[in-house]
């Protein structure tokens, strides 16, 4: 079992910066496939970005690409979401994600391990 926490969230104005934490525990997750995806009030959820085992591949959703950046720390077990330029539609509870799938995948079917959330409100 993989527990996953995520941290780091806040208000932030239009245009500023938040760092999204996710820290497991219970396993390494060295050899999975990490994402973050997000929901919206009234809203499904809808994936962010995801990061092979080794970092080495990422995937973006066109809404973020180029604003956000997805890393991990195998070694500290935990995966990261640098977010800039924030804009309102961003407004999301934004959730990390594990998947023993070794490529990168935007299904959160694929996911079977999740954290509770953290709220992220983007003020204009």
């Known amino acids: 079992q993989v527990q996953l926490v995520e941290s780091g969230g806040g208000l932030v104005q239009a245009g500023g910066s938040l760092r999204l934490s996710c820290a497991a525990s219970?396993?390494?997750?060295?050899?999975?496939?990490m994402g973050w995806f997000r929901q919206a009030p009234g809203k499904e959820r809808e994936f962010v970005a995801a990061?092979?085992?080794?970092?080495?591949?990422?995937s973006y959703a066109d809404s973020v690409k180029g604003r956000f950046t997805i890393s991990r720390d195998n070694a500290e077990n935990t995966a990261y979401l640098q977010m800039n330029s924030l804009k309102p539609e961003d407004t999301a509870v934004y959730y990390c994600?594990?998947?023993?799938?070794?490529?990168?995948?935007?299904?959160?079917?694929?996911?079977?391990?999740w954290g509770q959330g953290t709220q992220v409100t983007v003020s204009s």
């Open positions: 990061i092979t085992w080794s970092g080495g591949d990422t």
């Open positions: 219970g396993r390494s997750i060295r050899s999975y496939t």
């Open positions: 994600a594990a998947s023993a799938i070794v490529v990168l995948t935007a299904n959160a079917n694929e996911y079977s391990y």
